[in-house]
T-cell receptor, first 114, second 113 residues
Framework: AQTVTQSQPEMSVQEAETVTLSCTYD???????LFWYKQPPSRQMILVIR??????QNATENRFSVNFQKAAKSFSLKISDSQLGDAAMYFC???????????FGKGTSLLVTP | ETGVTQTPRHLVMGMTNKKSLKCEQH?????MYWYKQSAKKPLELMFV???????ENNSVPSRFSPECPNSSHLFLHLHTLQPEDSALYLC????????????FGPGTRLLVL
């Protein structure tokens, strides 16, 4: 079974600063997909970024980028120029090409201070 | 707005009630999912439907009964629930299974008294 670990229950960042959220996963598969989802207080789960394991290039979406280290099974999310609207729970998730479900970590609560 | 809607957004029910949660997706996707999100626990997959056929039933108690009448609609029928079933129930859809990105609805917050 695949497991996803987020070791930081809570993180804090000042507005305009950069923060990195950690995620590690365990799998024996070679073909899989990794995601970061954001869940603000509204509880809507919103896709932030997606990474295909076969791609060496790290995915980037505007202020959000990942550091994907396949050998280390690490998938961290970097948020640059943090904004108050970035405050939310952030979930790392895994899915394999042969799977159905997203396997989620327990989440990291991000607080953004003015 | 992700193109996935859920109703109701909030639900309070007694243990003897019967209620249904509804999910609708406007994305033309072929797969739909029910997840349960409880406090302090990772999201748990409950059911997966692909092309209206159930492909996964993740050891969910029979008091939860899914229904997928077509590829755009997914229901979760609830009966004789327990207080520990109180949680946020999230619906998601994707174009296909596996590597496809899943898009989530806003969830139904359920409280069982």
């Amino acid at each position: 079974a695949q497991t996803v670990t987020q070791s930081q229950p809570e993180m804090s960042v000042q507005e305009a600063e950069t923060v990195t959220l950690s995620c590690t996963y365990d799998t024996s598969e070679s073909d899989y997909y990794l995601f970061w989802y954001k869940q603000p207080p509204s509880r809507q789960m919103i896709l932030v970024i997606r990474q295909e394991a076969y791609k060496q290039q790290n995915a980037t979406e505007n202020r959000f980028s990942v550091n994907f280290q396949k050998a280390a099974k690490s998938f961290s999310l970097k948020i640059s120029d943090s904004q108050l609207g970035d405050a939310a729970m952030y979930f790392c998730a895994y899915n394999s090409n042969s799977g159905y479900a997203l396997n989620f970590g327990k989440g990291t609560s991000l607080l953004v201070t003015p | 707005e992700t193109g996935v809607t859920q109703t109701p957004r909030h639900l309070v029910m007694g243990m003897t009630n019967k209620k249904s949660l509804k999910c609708e997706q406007h994305l033309g996707h072929n797969a739909m999912y029910w997840y349960k999100q409880s406090a302090k626990k990772p999201l748990e997959l409950m059911f997966v439907y692909s092309l209206e056929e159930r492909v996964e039933n993740n050891s969910v108690p029979s008091r939860f009964s899914p229904e997928c009448p077509n590829s755009s609609h997914l229901f979760l029928h609830l009966h004789t629930l327990q207080p520990e079933d109180s949680a946020l129930y999230l619906c998601a859809s994707s174009h296909g299974l596996g590597e496809e990105t899943q898009y989530f609805g806003p969830g139904t917050r359920l409280l069982v008294l």
